[in-house]
C-alpha cells in the first residue's frame, strides 16, 4: 500500500477534473469571475437565488463600523422556513431529510414534510414556556434527529440556540449556561455511544444547580428509557410535542437577526461564544454546501460525520444542507461500534454518494487497513470533503483511493467556527486537485498571506492567513465581549481579519495550512486552549504550576501533553504514575473527555524567560521527541536539562 501511495504522490502531483464529473459539475469557473468582476453583487445574487426572503433586501453590505459588519440588513427572512417550509411547498415534501442511523442499529427516515411538521410542533412547544424571539436555549442533545428539531424550532421563532456537545462536562456545560444566560435547556435522558449509554440528564441537572443563572425549564427527549430524576422544572420532550399544535407561521425575522451562539476555544482560559446572524449566514453555508459539494439534492445521498456541536454540524448538518433541500445521513454513534467497518456499512446501506469527514478519522482507518472498508460497496461515493485540520498527502491520496475508489474527487475545505462556512477549498470539476493543499479561496471570498508585520507576502512564501475582505458568514462578534472580538481578530492587522493559523502560497498560487500559530491545539479536528487545560490543572489541589502544549500525533493530528509541579504538602508520599493519572482524570471531568492529556510529565520546574513567561516552545520540542531548541532566553538555562531527565 505505502508503495502504492508513494509512487502516487510523485507521479501525480494533481488531479484534473474527470471529463464526465465536469460536465454535470453545479459549479463553474464563471463563479470566479462573476465575484471578481462585482463581489457585493456575486454575493447579493447569491442570496436572491439561494434564499427566500419575507422581505427582499435593498443593501448588501454595509462595513462603515469595522470590525462589525452587517449583510443584507435590511432584508427579512425566517431562517427555518428557508429550510423547511419551502421545499414541501415546491413538491418536495415525500423527500427524505434524514436517514438517521442510531448507534444500537435503529433507524428512521424522515421526510422534509415530517421534519417541518415536528419543527412547527417543536416551536410551538418552545413558545408554550415562554421562549421569545432573542431568547437563548442551551442545546445539549446526542446527534439524534430532536437535535436537528431542537435547532431549527429556536430559529423558526428567532431564539437563539447555544449547542453544547454532548462530550462536555457539567462545568464547561454550566459556565455555557451563564454566559448566554440561557433559561431554557434541551436535552436527553442520555445517549448511546461504544455501545453504552451515556447519560445526560443527570450532567445537566449538576451544570443547572451551579449555574447563577436561573434555568425555568429542561426538556428532556427519552433517547435511552434510562432512569432519571425528575424535578418541577423538567418537561418530557414527547409530552411536550403532543401537547403543542403543529401548525405555526414563520414569522420573518431582520436577516442581522442572531441565529446561534457556539462556544470555541480561545488563547485565555474562558471560551469565546461565537455569534452568528440569520441571512448572510444562510447565504454562504447555502452557497458552499452546494458548489463546493457538488449538490444535486434530487438524487444525491449526503453525509457529514460531524457531531451538532461542533460548527461543522451546524453549517453542514443543519443549515446548508437543509437550506439546499438535500437528502442526509446522520449517524449518533462512534465508527467502530459495533465493528470497526460501521462507518463504510452506513454509506453501503444508504447508498451515500458525498461523503464529508475529518483527517484523525482518516488516519485512524488507514491504521486499521484497507480490508475494512473494502468489506463494503462503496460505489456509490462521488464526492468526498475533508474538514479540521491540515490533510496530510499520505492520508489525502489514501482517502481518494481506498474509500473513494481512485477517481472521485476529495475536497479539502478550510474554515473555522468564526468563518461560519467553508472559505477555502477547491470547486470540484473546475480546480485541479493537490493533495495536501486546501488550495483557492471559494469564489465571493479574499484571502492572503502576511508577514508578522503586516505585508503582504508577494508569490511563493510563508506567513499568517487573513481574510481581507468582510464575507456572509462572518462572526459578528463574541458574545457579550466586544473588545474581546476586537482584540483577539482585529487588532494585529487592522481591518483585515485575523485567522490565527500560518500558512503558505506555493508557485502556483495554492495555499496550504500550517496549523494555528497561537496558544490554540487541535486534536482529532476539536479545538481545545493550552489556558484552559491548565487552569483546569492548577485548579486541582496536588497542582502548583501547570504548562500544556499540543504535540503532533499521529492519529489526532495534536494530543494534550501536560508538565505538572505538585505541591508537595498535598503530594508528599505520593507515587507520580498515581498523581499523573489523578489530574489526567481530572482535566476530563472538569472539561470533557477530549481535553484528557495523553501524558502529564510531573516535573520540578518549568522553562521560564525572564520575564516570567513560559516558553512552551521548548516543552513541545521534548513532547515530541526533538532535540529542545535555543535555551538562551530563559532565566536559568539548566531549567530544560532538568526537565528532560525527569520526563526520560
Ligand atoms: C471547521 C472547523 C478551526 C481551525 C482552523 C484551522 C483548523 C480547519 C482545516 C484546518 C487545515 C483545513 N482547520 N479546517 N486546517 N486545513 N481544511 O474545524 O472549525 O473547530 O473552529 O477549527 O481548525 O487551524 O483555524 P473550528
Redesign the pocket.
Known sequence: MNAQIDHNLEEIRRFRPAPEFAAQAVASPELYDAAASDRLGFWADQARELLTWSKPFTRTLDWTNPPFATWFDDGELNVAYNCLDRHVEEGNGDRVALHFEGEPGDSRAITYAELTAEVKRAANALIALGVEPGDRVAIYLPLIPEAVVAMLACARIGAVHSVVFGGFSSQSLSSRIDDAEAHVVITADGGYRKGRVFPLKPTVDEAVAAAETEVRAVIVVERTGAEVEWTDRDVRWSEAMADASSEHTALPFNAEHPLFILY?SGTTGKPKGILHTSGGYLTQTAFTHKNVFDLHPERDVYWCTADVG???GHSYVVYGPLANGATQVIYEGTPDTPHAGRWWEIIEKYGVTIFYTAPTAIRSFMKLGRQIPHGFNLRSLRLLG??????NPEAWIWYRHVIGGGSIPVV???????TGAIMISALPGVTDLKPGS?QVAVPGISIDILSDEGEPVEGVGGGLLVVTEPWPSMLRGIWGDPDRFRETYWEKFGDKYF???GARRDEDGDIW?L??VDDVM?VS???LSTAEIESSLVAHPFTAEAAVVGASDETTGQAVVAFVILKERQTAGLDIATASEELRAHVAKQIGAIARPRQVFIVGELPKTRSGKIMRRLLRDLAEGRQVGDTTTLADTSVMTAITEQVR
Open positions: 470555541t461542533w460548527i461543522t475533508s474538514v479540521g485540520e491540515p490533510i479539502d475545505t478550510w474554515w473555522q467556527t468564526e486546501a485567522a490565527g493559523d495550512l496549523g494555528r487541535n479536528g476539536h479545538r
